[in-house]
């Protein structure tokens, strides 16, 4: 079993930077792909960034050159630094884990519990 924790969501105003994280713990031996996704009230979760184990990134068009993604494979930790916040970016952000291999197997996805990003105009 996986379990991904997710910290730094807050309140902030537009213009404004946020960093959040997640931490994956379990008997993992390596993870493929981490990522952020977020969903806002009344709408489905979208992709905001991807990071493979070697780096290679994907970034939603609304995040590009604004948000930045990065990963700690040792820590097996995620980060995703979100510079000139507008108040389109306010969403619950949830954290997910593609291709973790554990001692059992491998586990497609797994996901943390979110953290509330609110920006204010």
């Not at 924790?5 to 994956?24: I, P, T």
């Not at 952020?36 to 979760?45: I, L, M, S």
């Not at 291709?99 to 197997?105: A, E, F, L, S």
Request: proline share 2%.
């Amino acid at each position: 079993q996986v379990q991904l924790v997710e910290s730094g969501g807050g309140l902030v105003q537009a213009g404004g930077s946020l960093r959040l994280s997640c931490a994956a713990s379990g008997s993992i031996f390596s993870i493929n792909t981490m990522g952020w996704y977020r969903q806002a009230p009344g709408k489905q979760r979208e992709l905001v960034a991807t990071i493979t184990s070697g780096g290679s990134t994907n970034y939603a068009d609304s995040v590009k050159g604004r948000f930045t993604i990065s990963r700690d494979n040792a820590k097996n930790t995620v980060y995703l630094q979100m510079n000139s916040l507008k108040p389109e970016d306010t969403a619950v952000y949830y954290c997910n884990a593609d291709g973790v291999v554990v001692t059992t197997g491998v586990i497609d996805a797994s996901w943390g519990q979110g953290t509330q990003v609110t920006v204010s105009s």
